[in-house]
């Protein structure tokens, strides 16, 4: 059972890695794109639901095996969404830092944290708790619940702190390899509860776009070339068509 949950972790690495690879590589199609779609469904949305069903949810017999289910299914449907709505052109440009419901991957990490109790030596929780907390990250992941996503977050390191970022992460991952449950524990509870965070700015990013598009719609539009002022004309004299004998 510690194999499975790690090679769940190990997916949700690679996964944030193949397509940054891809792009290295210039080997994007829409081929990978749908097949790296099928791996998802496979690895965040059955796997998970099969470890927690084989560990804990068959003492509910089908109760169990359809909690199992349904979050096999809003793998499947989270993924799904996320696809169609990739290239919406009706998207607002501050969208692009948010997930429409939490993503398949955190789902799965989040999804087994009973698991991480458990392998830390603490109680079992009962199979019904796990059971709602197995829906209710299912109903997370295919909710319109705004998640930021941290992609476009650039981050420049100065040459001076090259040196303490790289200690830093090692010794993170070398946590990480010591202490695994622990850091999944706390890991997974910290993304639940940043949820709400990640909710409120949108809101407030929403609430600012519409404020800005309010006071446009209602400041007049100036004309950019506005017209030529209008010169009173004088009369011309009649035109003399006699001869020049005559005048």
Do not use: C
């Amino acid at each position: 059972m510690e194999l499975a949950v790690a090679a769940i972790v190990f997916a949700a690495i690679l996964d944030g890695l193949d397509g940054r690879v891809a792009r290295m590589i210039k080997g994007q199609s829409k081929f990978g794109a749908e097949l790296d779609s099928l791996a998802d469904f496979v690895n965040f949305g059955v796997a998970p639901g099969l470890i927690l069903y084989f560990w804990q949810l068959h003492e509910l017999n089908n109760g169990g095996w359809i909690a199992a289910m349904v979050f096999a299914i809003s793998g499947g449907l989270r993924l799904a969404r996320f696809n169609a709505t990739m290239d919406d052109p009706n998207k607002p440009a501050f969208a692009s830092n948010y997930f429409t419901g939490v993503p398949a991957p955190a789902g799965a990490i989040t999804v087994l944290l009973p698991i991480y109790i458990a392998f830390l030596g603490w109680p079992r929780p009962p199979a019904m708790l796990t059971a709602f907390y197995t829906l209710l990250i299912a109903f997370l992941m295919v909710s319109r619940l705004p998640v930021f996503s941290g992609k476009t977050v650039r981050m420049r390191v100065p040459p001076e702190m090259v040196l303490p970022v790289f200690v830093s992460v090692v010794f993170f991952v070398a946590l990480l390899i010591g202490y695994p449950w622990h850091i999944l524990s706390v890991g997974s509870v910290l993304y639940l509860l940043s949820l709400p965070v990640g909710w409120k700015s949108y809101r407030d990013h929403a609430r600012n776009l519409a404020a800005a598009q309010a006071a446009a719609t209602a400041a007049p539009a100036a004309p950019s070339n506005p017209p030529p002022p209008v010169i009173p004309s004088t009369p011309e004299p009649a035109q003399d068509n006699r001869p020049a004998r005559l005048n």
